[in-house]
């Protein structure tokens, strides 16, 4: 009679077995090279609307008027943070991701090659010639001498000695590819967290700045700005600076050099004020409290007076902004504030006054309108005017450097002369109201960006182990060698390439020959078994 025994039924395993599990599962997955490789290709993917759609952060501006120009699709762009892509919830998930997919790669891998550089160098396999370069010496060689050589060449060795009086030599060599390869994927690391804490902590201020004027260090005064998730006006460092003297130099139509003088007054945290000095250039920043100043352009003020039909004055220092290399530059003046009635103190709205302008440095009489040189030789403003509501009291933001196109289109805003007038410097434009422009001069100004990235050095630091960690990861080769004295007294080398290597065998033979003195090595075995690169 047979008896049948049934097992019993398993236990189905519990939550918790079955959560650590499926962690594990999921962090190595997680971890892998692959996953490491994907992500970072997303998140170059995930960039790309970013330089594609106006971001808020860089210019709010150009956002508006991508809402202006696309009225039905800006409202969806905006819902999936098209405008504020780098701080966008999925944006900061594949970069999380891919810090977590990074580190959970590169941390094992640091302890095992810190163990390896630690370890002692493998032993050779009992049958040498099976590896793919061996050879038997035909001379005796000394094993001082050898271990001399190797160590020489850079060659980390480990000696041993068999109980049946077999000496191997064990050397290794190349070891850096990993190191270097392993400062490669660590700069990536670096790099991100760079770029993330500039995202967070960095911010930058552009401003216009004309000679003998001067600006302090918040929102209103700026040009344009851009301020890090972590940072608001409160926390930026307390300076103000001022623009004594600038100074452009041109050869042959193009620039040379830019020199600003600079005057810096700061006050630190303490309540203690420091002064200072300065003469800024290109790519010679001036440093305030851990705050760059770069002068990164310059530019022309026109200076004009407006005498309305009552004899009221008032004087503009207005900057242009260059069209071309040569220095046209484009601009506007505005008047709201004239033709009121001093009797009366009647503001008539209508009466407001604008001119679009072309500041040409170096007019040519009898040429055309546009000049050829930079530098203010012969300078000269041509003009449209224009008389109505300049529609500045609607509150809306608009460009200082050109009259309200629509105010024109609308009718609110009447050209006065029919044909562009141009003047040049103590001339002035009379409109038909016996208003006058007096064009008075032309003033420089710097171009000046305002920037805190502590992102900046740490970026740096990453793209230096980039470059240090690539160049040994692809040019160095890892390579084993073997020297062993058997009983019988022959002596064997062998050597084996770890990678791909074309040169084993030279190097091998050049070994040889240094441990060996007047040996001349003879053809390589060949054997059907040989392991080839593997091992």
Not at 499 to 504: F, I
Request: hydrophobic share 40%; proline share 6%; glycine share 8%.
């Amino acid at each position: 009679m047979t008896a049948t025994l049934t097992p019993p039924p398993r236990s189905k395993p519990k939550a918790a077995k079955r959560f650590r599990a499926f962690a594990r599962r999921w962090w190595h997955q997680l971890t892998a090279m692959r996953t490491a490789l994907l992500l970072l290709l997303a998140l170059a993917l995930a960039a790309i609307p970013g330089s594609t759609f106006p971001q808020r952060a860089i210019s709010a501006v150009d956002v508006s008027n991508y809402y202006d120009q696309h009225p039905d699709l800006a409202p969806w762009l905006d819902r999936v943070w098209a405008f504020d892509v780098y701080t966008s919830p999925w944006f900061s998930a594949i970069y999380l991701l891919l810090m977590i997919s990074l580190i959970g790669c590169i941390l094992p891998r640091l302890g095992v090659h810190w163990k390896a550089l630690r370890a002692k160098v493998p032993d050779a396999p009992k049958r040498m010639s099976i590896l793919p370069y061996h050879r038997t010496l035909a001379v005796e060689a000394n094993q001082s001498m050898a271990r001399a050589v190797l160590k020489q060449r850079r060659w980390r060795t480990t000696v041993r000695e068999a109980e049946d009086g077999t000496v191997t030599i064990a050397a290794e060599k190349g070891q850096l590819r990993e190191t270097g390869n392993l400062l490669f994927h660590t700069s990536i690391i670096f790099m991100l967290v760079g770029v993330g804490a500039g995202s967070l902590m960095s911010w930058y201020g552009n401003r216009i700045l004309s000679e003998d004027k001067a600006y302090c260090n918040n929102l209103q005064q700026y040009d344009e700005y851009g301020l890090g998730a972590w940072v608001d006006e409160t926390s930026l460092p307390q300076f103000c600076l001022t623009l004594n003297d600038f100074d452009a130099q041109f050869t042959n139509g193009g620039p040379t050099a830019y020199d600003a003088d600079v005057s810096w007054e700061a006050t630190g945290g303490d309540g203690a004020v420091e002064e200072g000095d300065y003469a800024l250039e290109v790519n010679h920043p001036l440093n305030i409290d851990g705050t760059n100043v770069f002068l990164i352009g310059h530019g022309y003020t026109a200076v004009v007076t407006y005498t309305d039909r009552y004899g009221q004055t008032q004087t503009l220092h207005q900057e242009f902004l260059a069209m071309d290399a040569s220095m046209n530059s484009e601009g506007a003046f505005k008047f709201p504030d004239v033709n009121v009635n001093p009797d009366t103190g009647a503001v008539d709205e209508d009466a407001e006054v604008g001119f679009d302008a072309i500041l040409v440095p170096t007019y040519e009489d009898g040429g055309m309108l546009l000049g050829t040189d930079p530098e203010l030789n012969n300078p000269v403003l041509a003009l449209t005017a224009y008389t109505g509501d300049l529609g500045l009291a609607d509150g809306q933001p608009e460009s200082v450097y050109a009259i309200n196109e629509a105010q024109i289109a609308s009718g609110n805003l009447e050209q006065v002369n029919d044909q562009v007038e141009v003047i040049g410097v103590g001339d002035a434009m009379t409109l038909p109201d016996g208003s006058q422009l007096t064009f008075d001069g032309v003033e420089q100004y710097a171009v000046l960006q305002v920037r805190h990235d502590p992102g900046g050095p740490v970026v740096l630091a990453g793209a230096i182990l980039l470059l240090g960690g690539l160049l040994p990861a692809l040019a160095v080769r890892r390579r084993r060698f073997w020297i062993r004295w058997n009983p019988d007294g022959t002596v064997e080398t062998a050597g084996l390439n770890r990678n791909d290597y074309d040169g084993l065998d030279e190097e091998c033979d050049e070994l040889t020959a240094a441990i060996a003195p007047g040996h001349e090595p003879p053809q390589a075995s060949e054997t059907d078994d040989s392991i080839g690169s593997q091992q």
